[in-house]
């Protein structure tokens, strides 16, 4: 058990920096389209981060068979490791569809929901993954 509470550690250390791109590229209030290329690349690489994380953390304590980021995000749900279940399961949503094909209006609408919902739900992940190191 030692190597999956290091494990989802250093994930979380990861993800931490991660999210600190993200949060220092949300500060440019009218990115062209190449920032909002990378603000959505962040987004794309935090997410992938936090549910790699909440899947590491929950292996850590016993729940096995998290084959998906959708499964692992029901579990951190139903566990209250996250709030926000349906806003996650958005986010994975739109950051498929960003990761798949570049269209600028769905690219701009992509940044918006970072900014107003999937920022603030990340941010809100770290405050509570902290409360568990």
């Known amino acids: 058990m030692g190597k999956e509470v ?13 999210l600190n791109y993200l949060e220092d590229a949300l500060t440019i209030k ?6 909002r290329a990378g ?6 690489m935090t997410l992938e981060l936090a549910w790699h994380t ?3 953390y929950l292996e850590s304590q016993g729940f096995l068979n998290l084959n998906s980021p959708r499964d692992t ?17 958005k986010a994975l949503e739109d950051r498929n569809l960003t990761s798949h094909s570049y269209d ?6 992509v940044e918006n929901l970072i900014r107003i ?11 509570r993954m902290k409360l568990k190191t």
Do not use: T
């Not at 603000?39 to 794309?44: D, K, L, N, P």
């Not at 995000?73 to 566990?79: L, Q």
């Open 6 to 18: 290091v494990r989802w550690q250093q994930r979380f250390q990861n993800y931490q920096k991660s």
């Open 117 to 127: 919902n999937y920022y603030p739900l990340l941010k809100n992940f770290s405050e």
């Open 73 to 89: 995000i029901k579990k951190a749900f139903e566990i209250e490791l996250i709030g926000g279940g349906h806003e996650w399961l």
């Open 39 to 44: 603000i959505i690349q962040f987004f794309e």
């Open 54 to 56: 909440m899947k590491d």
């Open 30 to 35: 009218e990115p062209d389209i190449i920032q």
């Open 104 to 109: 600028e209006e769905i690219a701009a609408e």
